[in-house]
């Protein structure tokens, strides 16, 4: 357990000192929150339904934070560990590896939570977002979304060749969804095509998921989204296992 919590504590600090992953994990939800809050303000709009857009953008940029640590931040930093042979030198300890990975996982899950938190916080003081949810509900909502981004990112280390590769691939893949999906701009604004679109994307059940239960939705007013989640947190993860080099 020791070895978990210096492996762990030694993930953040990495993670810290990597100016461009700190910034957009902990600081660019924020700052895009405060920008649209200082042209729109949060005045109740009947497009989303008597709600502000600031009201709607808290939750939705919950994903927008878990798609840049998921497909950016998780595949980068696994790929440069392996082709720099840190995986192959943590493989010949006596660690296990389960240990790393799970040092890996709670590192970047920290850093997703401290975004998150920061942009509640801000978004509260600043804008006075209206919250009429279930705080566990949300937390359980964040950590499968979380959860399920960051097992795609591992199997995209795992298909990558090399760090600029998985570079590469997944800015390709975040950043259309950051702005299809509803992540970013509302979905409520988007065409009609793109709104039919974003039903393929895995981000847009995230921002889903994560709205209905900042409003108050049961669980089972989402159903849908949970299951692609979940299966997309399983299916991730038996793939990355069976593909994940450590050299």
């Known amino acids: 357990m020791k070895a978990f919590w210096n492996l762990m504590i030694a993930e953040v600090k990495l993670y810290l000192r990597e100016p461009v992953a700190a ?15 200082m042209i729109y303000g949060n005045k109740p709009e009947a497009i989303f339904g008597g709600l502000g857009t600031m009201d709607i953008s808290v939750p939705s ?6 798609v840049t640590v998921g497909l950016i931040s998780v595949p980068i930093d696994t790929a440069t560990n392996r082709d720099k042979g840190i995986l192959r030198r943590f493989r010949a300890t006596p660690l296990h ?6 040092a890996d996982v709670t590192g970047n899950y920290l850093m ?5 938190l920061l942009l509640v916080v801000i ?12 705080w566990l509900s949300v937390f359980l909502g964040f950590t499968l979304s ?3 981004f960051y097992a795609l990112g ?11 590769i998985a570079q590469t691939v997944g800015m390709v893949l975040a950043f259309p969804m950051m702005f299809i999906s509803g992540a970013t701009i509302p979905i409520e604004v988007l065409p009609h095509g793109v709104r039919q679109a974003a039903n393929f994307i895995p ?9 209905g239960l900042w409003f108050g939705d049961p669980w089972s007013a989402h159903l849908i989204e949970v299951t692609i989640l979940v299966g997309t947190l399983v299916v991730s993860s038996l793939l990355a296992a069976h593909l994940f080099r450590w050299e």
């Open 203 to 211: 981000l847009t059940h995230v921002v889903t998921l994560m709205r």
């Open 146 to 148: 979380a959860l399920a």
């Open 112 to 116: 997703t939570l401290i975004g998150v």
């Open 23 to 37: 910034f957009f994990t902990i600081a660019y939800a924020p700052m895009m929150l405060i920008l649209f809050g």
């Open 61 to 66: 940029y919950i994903g927008l934070i878990i």
């Open 123 to 134: 978004g509260k003081l600043a804008y006075h977002i209206h919250f009429s949810g279930n």
């Open 97 to 102: 590896p389960e240990i790393y990975l799970a």
């Open 154 to 164: 591992y199997l995209l280390a795992a298909l990558a060749p090399t760090a600029r």
